[in-house]
């Protein structure tokens, strides 16, 4: 089993910058694709982005394609999401996630990842 905490959340204006950390334990992160995910109040939990192992594959929703970026360090057990040219649709709570069984393409639906962490706010003011 694997326990992950965020953070690096918060306010910023539109057309900033953020970057989260995922912090994992209990397990080396290398066993893990990972993902990010958000939720905006009254809206479903929605894939952000997911990279395999190594950090080599990844994937993106289209509404942050080119502007977010996923990375890991499996040296220090931790996933990151550089956001950058933020916009106020971005606010919303982030999750990392790991993904312990899928194979093939890296999976964008949540029932797909077994981990979770508390998440992060992210608000992004217009």
């Known amino acids: 089993q694997v326990q992950l905490v965020e953070s690096g959340g918060g306010l910023v204006q539109a057309g900033g910058s953020l970057r989260l950390s995922c912090a994992a334990s209990?397990?080396?992160?290398?066993?893990?694709?990972m993902g990010w995910f958000r939720q905006s109040p009254g809206k479903e939990r929605e894939f952000v982005s997911a990279?395999?192992?190594?950090?080599?594959?990844?994937r993106y929703a289209d509404a942050v394609k080119g502007r977010f970026t996923i990375s890991r360090d499996n040296a220090k057990n931790t996933l990151y999401l550089q956001m950058n040219s933020l916009k106020p649709e971005d606010t919303a709570v982030y999750y990392c996630?790991?993904?312990?069984?899928?194979?093939?393409?890296?999976?964008?639906?949540?029932?797909?990842?077994?981990?979770w962490g508390q998440g992060t706010q992210v608000t992004v003011s217009s």
């Open positions: 996630a790991a993904d312990v069984h899928s194979r093939g393409v890296l999976a964008d639906a949540s029932d797909q990842y077994e981990y």
């Open positions: 209990g397990r080396t992160l290398s066993d893990y694709r």
């Open positions: 990279a395999n192992w190594s950090g080599t594959v990844t």
